[in-house]
């Protein structure tokens, strides 16, 4: 826990030091800026034990300028829902704050419509419902 603690101070260093105003009105965001798609399922908190490294649907996101769509495809089925999102940064870990605008199955959520996502050690995206004894979803930034 300590090393992604010292990653995330790391990171705001540099930001920090190379970055130019515009910078400064976006923070982490463009880091998330593009699309990602879900690589990894773990399905318990043995993650060598249970992970499978084809998901069995495809999911992707894709963040820009504070508003994201996150699309599943599963059984021949597209389902697609949006929303607005906010950077989260505590002093273990940064990441998203998502709101969508409707309910939906897809929507990765222990109880409402909001839905967070983290940032891993290797630059993933995990989401958080892990904390509901849910799967954790790994997506890899690919655009």
Do not use: H
Not at 96 to 106: P, Q
């Amino acid at each position: 826990m300590k090393k992604i603690g010292l990653l995330v101070v790391l990171m705001i260093s540099l930001i920090a030091c190379s970055s130019d105003d515009n910078d400064k009105e976006t923070g982490f965001t463009t880091i998330y800026e593009g699309k990602w798609e879900l690589t990894q399922m773990i399905t318990n908190f043995n993650p060598a034990a249970n992970s499978v490294d084809t998901p069995q649907w495809k999911e992707t996101y894709s963040f820009s300028n504070g508003k994201f769509t996150k699309t599943r495809i599963k059984d021949n089925k597209t389902t697609t829902v949006s929303g607005t999102y906010t950077e989260v940064v505590t002093s273990s870990e940064f990441g998203l704050e998502l709101v969508y605008k409707e309910s939906s199955d897809i929507v990765g959520s222990c109880t409402s419509l909001k839905e967070n996502l983290s940032v891993n050690s290797l630059g993933k995206l995990n989401n958080s419902l892990r904390n509901c004894d849910g799967p954790m979803f790994v997506y890899t930034k690919i655009k």
